[in-house]
């Protein structure tokens, strides 16, 4: 999905967050000056992060919502490009519930998913007038 390499892969549709620029850079940082040093200077700039806790979050195992989400990010992704990004929240919801009734997802993780990737659907076109125009 990311890369923090010279050429950065970056996955369809999907915004970059503070969370991931910092990682990328945490990374480039690290092969070039190592770990200590940069909490360093994180800490001179007011940010403490222990090295201990940096290691600790480098080799944790992967949630498993993080890898539930992985697998309805691609299924979301292959709807919505099938159906020409027509389908909101709750539709898409229910298409998925068709296309895969044994692996069931809520909705609620439908509309965070579909957010996360900057899928929103299209509106119908029916507004409520407040304001006539003069005669």
């Known amino acids: 999905m990311r890369s923090c390499g010279k ?11 503070a969370a991931d620029r910092h ?3 945490h990374r480039r940082a690290q092969r070039r000056a190592g ?3 940069i909490c360093r200077i994180l800490s001179d700039a007011g940010v403490q992060v222990a090295a201990s806790s940096y290691y600790a979050r480098k080799n944790r195992t992967e949630s498993a919502r993080s890898i539930a989400d992985r697998k309805w990010d691609t299924r979301i992704v292959e ?16 298409v998925l519930g068709a296309m895969y009734p044994e692996d069931r997802v809520a909705r609620c993780t439908v509309e965070r998913r579909m957010a996360a ?7 119908n076109s029916r507004t409520t007038r407040t304001t006539r125009p003069a005669l």
């Not at 050429?7 to 967050?17: D, E, G, Q, V």
């Not at 709807?79 to 229910?94: H, I």
């Not at 990737?117 to 509106?123: D, E, Q, T, Y």
């Open 7 to 17: 050429r950065a892969r970056i996955s369809h549709r999907r915004s970059s967050t």
């Open 23 to 25: 990682r990328c850079f």
């Open 35 to 37: 770990v200590e040093p």
């Open 79 to 94: 709807t919505d490009e099938a159906n020409r990004g027509l389908y909101g929240a709750r539709k898409m919801w229910k």
């Open 117 to 123: 990737l900057g899928l929103s659907g299209v509106g």
